[in-house]
């Protein structure tokens, strides 16, 4: 049974920094893309930044170096270091682990930018 597990979210102030952790278990064979989505109330969910199992990235116009995404792949996992955050970063954080004819979410961690 495969099981994606986030965490490392929380309550941070403008300018803070978190890392989130998603690790993977019961996951047979490589995962080809490992991505960062989040949502808000009403929102579908947003493409943060993914890695490549070349770890090739792509990011999300406005985290562009304030984000930055990294990959173990000997543990099945991806991380997100959150810098400089801004209240607009607030959301439920994903992680999404992409094989090529599977894909896995996460339960998602609750992240809030607030004073």
């Known amino acids: 049974q495969v099981q994606v597990v986030e965490s490392g979210g929380g309550l941070v102030q403008p300018g803070g920094s978190l890392r989130l952790s998603c690790v993977a278990s019961?996951?047979?064979?490589?995962?080809?893309?490992m991505s960062w989505y989040r949502q808000t109330p009403g929102q579908p969910r947003q493409l943060v930044a993914d890695?490549?199992?070349?770890?090739?990235?792509s990011y999300l116009d406005s985290v562009k170096g304030r984000f930055l995404i990294s990959r173990d792949d000997t543990k099945t996992a991806v991380y997100l270091q959150l810098t400089n955050m801004k209240p607009e970063d607030t959301a439920v954080y994903y992680c999404l682990m992409r094989q090529l004819t599977q894909s896995y979410w996460g339960q998602g961690t609750q992240v809030t930018v607030s004073s």
């Open positions: 019961g996951i047979n064979g490589r995962v080809h893309i």
């Open positions: 890695i490549s199992i070349q770890n090739r990235t």
